[in-house]
């Protein structure tokens, strides 16, 4: 696996990989009515502003037999903003790699997640506690993920 930095030209297979893993993988504890919320109507239409968010933030792209398996990026204040790997290369680790790229240019430093109900016991097993659940609003439609931090041991 090669983790690299973000290209402007991922921006549609990013798109694509977001509304695909959000689909598939975040079915399992959401509705249809909360995906399509999460995803919102007019995704490709948004193509601008989530490449300059990926271009301000620190974005890391994991490519896997030559396809993007997935991506990861993180504000400078140590917000994990995104972090969602292709529908087909769950449990490859593909987030533990991207994460542990992340997170190794933090040390010292906090980090903070907003986990969906699906990815909440991923960061729970890499270390981070949960300090609060939270009702987001989407377009009139309600989720609830979980405000997380990284609690890093010392030895």
Request: aromatic share 10%; proline share 1%; charged share 25%.
């Amino acid at each position: 696996m090669q983790i690299r930095a973000y290209r402007q030209t991922d921006i549609d297979a990013l798109l694509r990989l977001f509304y695909e893993t959000v689909h598939t993988i975040n079915a399992a504890d959401y509705s249809a009515q909360q995906l399509d919320a999460w995803t919102g109507r007019d995704l490709f239409a948004r193509r601008q502003s989530w490449n300059a968010s990926f271009l301000k933030n620190d974005t890391l792209v994991a490519v896997l037999d030559h396809t993007i398996a997935g991506f990861a990026d993180m504000e400078e204040n140590g917000y994990l903003n995104r972090l969602y790997v292709h529908k087909d290369f769950q449990r490859r680790g593909v987030a533990t790699a991207l994460c542990d790229v992340l997170e190794s240019k933090r040390t010292g430093k906090p980090i903070v997640v907003h986990a969906s109900v699906t990815a909440k016991p991923f960061f729970e097993k890499r270390g981070y506690v949960t300090l609060r659940a939270q009702q987001v609003e989407r377009d009139g439609v309600f989720l609830t993920n979980y405000v997380m931090r990284l609690v890093r041991k010392t030895i």
